[in-house]
C-alpha cells in the first residue's frame, strides 16, 4: 500500500452485510488480506471478536490477518455462506474508501 493514498471511512459503522462488505474492502485497499500489517483501528474500533478467534493478531505495525482470519474472509465470498457479499458491492465500497464519496457520511481517515 502506498503511504501517500488518502483514505476514508464511515462515519458511522454498518451493520450486516453492508459491514460484512466494508470490512472485505478495508482488507483488500491495506492489503491486509494478502498478509500485510495494518494499524486497522484508524478505520474501525471494535474487531475485537476477530482477535478473540485468532483472525487478526497484534504485530508491532498493527494488526494482521492470520492464516485462519485470510481464509475466513474469503469464505465470505462464496454462495452459500451466511455472511455471503457480492464482489460488485466490495468495489463499490473500494471506490468509497480511496474518494470519500459514496452512500453514507465519510470522513478523511487520521
Given amino acids: 500500500m502506498?503511504?501517500?493514498n488518502q483514505f476514508y471511512k464511515?462515519?458511522?459503522?454498518?451493520?450486516?452485510?453492508?459491514?460484512?462488505?466494508?470490512?472485505a474492502a478495508i482488507l483488500e485497499?491495506?492489503?491486509m488480506d494478502q498478509?500485510?500489517?495494518f494499524p486497522l483501528k484508524r478505520f474501525l474500533v471494535n474487531f475485537q471478536t476477530h482477535?478473540?478467534?485468532?483472525?487478526?493478531e497484534n504485530v508491532p505495525e498493527g494488526y494482521r490477518l492470520t492464516?485462519?482470519?485470510q481464509?475466513?474472509?474469503?469464505?465470505?465470498?462464496?454462495?452459500?455462506?451466511?455472511q455471503c457479499i457480492?464482489?460488485?458491492a466490495v468495489e463499490q465500497m473500494i471506490r468509497s474508501i480511496r474518494s470519500g464519496v459514496g452512500e453514507g457520511e465519510w470522513v478523511a481517515l487520521t
Fill in 67 to 69: 492464516r485462519i482470519g
Fill in 71 to 82: 481464509d475466513y474472509f474469503q469464505a465470505r465470498y462464496q454462495a452459500g455462506n451466511t
Fill in 2 to 4: 502506498d503511504s501517500n
Fill in 29 to 31: 485497499v491495506t492489503e
Fill in 86 to 88: 457480492e464482489r460488485a
Fill in 51 to 56: 482477535l478473540d478467534c485468532g483472525r487478526v
Fill in 35 to 37: 498478509g500485510k500489517p
Fill in 10 to 23: 464511515l462515519a458511522i459503522v454498518p451493520r450486516g452485510r453492508r459491514l460484512w462488505t466494508y470490512m
